[in-house]
């Protein structure tokens, strides 16, 4: 499985929105786990959003909570996630992953199978 992310704006400035898209041709999703992760520059991957795909729960890191929406589109095989009030702690470069069907989700990158390349968002004035 090949994940392709992408983006529909990389720089934007402060307070700004952009949304991310993940899709892999031909895959539905279906019922996996799918996770978005970012990794800061100097700093370590972190989770910031997942979604299960076996009771639709999602979760949130506390600093994205309330700005952020994970969302999929099963039609469209694509898993979106939409942010908004953009800050400068915002910037890095952000991976979406798909893991197995379970109920609920982690931030743990050893429950996701497949990675995309990742995508450099900017926060910038």
């Known amino acids: 499985l090949r994940l392709a992310a992408g983006v529909w704006g990389g720089l934007v400035q402060p307070g700004g929105s952009l949304r991310l898209s993940c899709a892999a041709a031909?895959?539905?999703?279906?019922?996996?786990?799918i996770g978005w992760f970012r990794q800061a520059p100097g700093k370590e991957r972190e989770g910031i959003a997942c979604m299960s795909g076996q009771d639709r729960s999602t979760r949130y890191t506390d600093s994205v909570k309330g700005r952020f929406t994970l969302s999929k589109n099963n039609a469209r095989e694509t898993v979106f996630l939409q942010m908004n009030s953009l800050g400068p702690d915002d910037t890095a470069v952000y991976y979406c992953?798909?893991?197995?069907?379970?109920?609920?989700?982690?931030?743990?990158?050893?429950?996701?199978?497949?990675w995309g390349k990742g995508t450099l968002v900017t926060v910038s004035s």
């Open positions: 992953a798909v893991g197995k069907t379970r109920f609920g989700c982690r931030f743990v990158p050893g429950d996701y199978e497949s």
């Open positions: 031909g895959y539905p999703f279906g019922r996996d786990t």
